[in-house]
Nanobody, 115 residues
């Protein structure tokens, strides 16, 4: 089991940047995959970016070149650097951890991008 706590959301103008953090309660090297997902009002939750234990990274097409996922193993934290934000990036952003025994979600952090 793992607890995840997201932070870093907020209100930003289009073109601005935010960095989200996801602090895990256990060594993230023991987690198969960690990822960021988002859910906009009236839409399904969608993948934004993932990073595997081995360091392989995957991005959803609309964020490629703008968002960067990274991790600090010593801090047990995964980050999502979001640049060139657009109004369509507005959503609640969730951190997810995939373990052998199950998947775990954080509580989410709101990101609002104004035009």
């Amino acid at each position: 089991q793992v607890q995840l706590v997201e932070s870093g959301g907020g209100l930003v103008q289009a073109g601005g940047s935010l960095r989200l953090s996801c602090a895990a309660s256990k060594n993230i090297f023991s987690i198969n995959v960690m990822g960021w997902y988002r859910q906009a009002p009236g839409k399904q939750r969608e993948l934004v970016a993932t990073i595997t234990r081995g360091g392989s990274i995957n991005y959803e097409d609309s964020v490629k070149g703008r968002f960067t996922i990274s991790r600090d193993i010593l801090q047990n934290t995964v980050y999502l650097q979001m640049n060139s934000l657009k109004p369509e990036d507005t959503a609640v952003y969730y951190c997810k951890a995939d373990l052998y025994l199950g998947n775990y979600w954080g509580q989410g952090t709101q990101v609002t991008v104004s035009s």
